[in-house]
């Protein structure tokens, strides 16, 4: 009986709150989105300098794991006095975090790349941008968007918790309902984030796979006849 | 008049933190059309030789000049597209079809599509894989051996004056390997490129060269023609090397063009004949197949330009003298060129 109850509620809050419910989706994706975008635009250039040197690259991501493992509760703590609440502190310490899988992913990416097929590249004249698009970006792009889904889906989970310091999102919802002790928003909450996360994983493993079958040679339009 | 390609003075390598140099003080010069191989045991310098060439390695010391320039002074990825560079693990961009492969260059210097694709064509048919489905391949779905020659073709592309090759045969069976051989001197005498060829075989480096550069502990111990290696070898570091070679195998890299005597008689159509791109081991098969003691020599045309005789071949010192003689006339016809 209670059972079919809350069933009934959980459903029924959907119809009045449905409004609510896509617009903390929206705000969710939004902060996801920003994270990841000013993510790949440090962590693609960096990862590029850090290919460069062997004992740079181990002292970066050194400090980047060391971040990654600091609790992202505590992260927001810190940081609070000096960004104040809301969403760009929240923006901050994702990017932070996931610098450490989009970089260890990138760079493990650019290192894949056969040193004799850069040496072809070189030794035909490309300069170093069109090496980089032409040859080191699309044979890194498979191990670049492993990491990319890894981010994405680490962000939207860290994203309920920056909720806590107002930032907006799903995480309102498990917020609130713990607060005001109420089982159905935490269960929208989960639902929501969870189906996004499964969505995003989904979509990325497409692009991972094409563009692994695309750097290696593989696509099967390849040969016509 | 001949060009001088390449000219290189001095030219010394010591990697950072090496102890000793890897290249050293080498001086040495090519002329256009020239297809020069660099022989040498496996750490004599070759490749860092080369790729100094094309710069992929800065020299330590010396200068080299490309149709007289500093390359220096040249902006690097212009002069690169000017080189066709074939390195030994062929390294085509898994990611690209054999057709955008060897559009690469040509891409980049804003060639228009048509141009591309008619010259994608030519050099596939050039390389021996003009049938269409080719082109679509991705380099995966290639055997060793035609990977190596769309990686030929690649280079080939904006149609350089000079081709960089570092043991380009060098993963690929005896028979596929001797097919290419046979092709890249077609090919070179078609289109008189420039050619720089790294081996460590020495019958790869005597058939292929109208020179060659023997290297040993990272200089040049001789850089003459193939004949002058065998019967006037520089050192004693170059005696051991050809010692290796019996009797065949020195005939098999002496080419007939370089023997021909002047007719001694007109011709006749009972003559035997031979090629003048053949070498002497084919002239000692033709002299027991026809049992002939005189060939004629023919050209490209099939016009008898001289001729070869037994008594002229059963005597190699003989042989020798004259040939240097020969030697001298040409170059003497070489300088009256030269002022006119
Ligand atoms: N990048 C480098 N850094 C330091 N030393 C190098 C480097 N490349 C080559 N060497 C050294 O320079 C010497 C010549 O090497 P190189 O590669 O030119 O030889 P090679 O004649 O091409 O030999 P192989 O036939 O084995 O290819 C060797 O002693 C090698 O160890
Ligand atoms: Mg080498």
Known sequence: MIMTNSIADFFNYFGEYHDDLLIMVAQHLQIVLTVLAISIIIAVPLSLVLYQSQLLSSIVLAILGALYAIPSLAFFAILIPICGLGMPTAVTVLVVYVQFILVRNTLAGFKSVDASILEAGRGMGLSKLQLFVKVQLPLALPSLLGGLRLAVIATIGMTTIAASIGAGGLGT????GLRMD???KIVWGTVLAFLLSWAANRILLIFERRSLKKSRGELKTAIRN | MTNIALELVN?????????????TGVSLTINEGDFVTILGTSGSGKTTLL?????????TSGDIFFYGENIKKLKVEDYRRKIGYVIQQIGLFPHMTVEQNIATVPKILHWNKEKINARVDELLKLVGLGDEHYKKRYPKQLSGGQQQRIGLARAMAADPQLMLMDEPFGAIDAITRQNLQDELINIQKKLN???????????EAFKLGDKIIIMDKGEVQQFDTPYNILFHPANDFVKQLIETENIINRLKVLRVENFVQPLTQPTKLADGVIHNDKFLDDVLAKFFETGKKRLVVIDDQEEPIGEISWDQFIQLKKIQD???????????????????
């Not at chain 2, 390598?13 to 890897?22: G, L, P, R």
């Not at chain 2, 790729?51 to 020299?59: A, L, P």
């Not at chain 2, 490129?193 to 019958?203: E, G, P, R």
């Open chain 1, 173 to 176: 919802l498990l917020f609130d």
């Open chain 1, 182 to 184: 109420y089982a159905v």
């Open chain 2, 11 to 23: 030219i010394t390598k010591k990697f950072a933190h090496a102890e000793t140099n890897s290249v």
């Open chain 2, 51 to 59: 790729k100094m060439v094309n710069r992929i390695y800065e020299s």
């Open chain 2, 193 to 203: 490129k420039t050619i720089l060829f790294v081996t460590h075989d020495i019958n």
């Open chain 2, 322 to 340: 004259n040939v240097v003689r020969l030697d001298v006339q040409k170059k003497n016809i070489r300088r009256v060129n030269d002022h006119d």
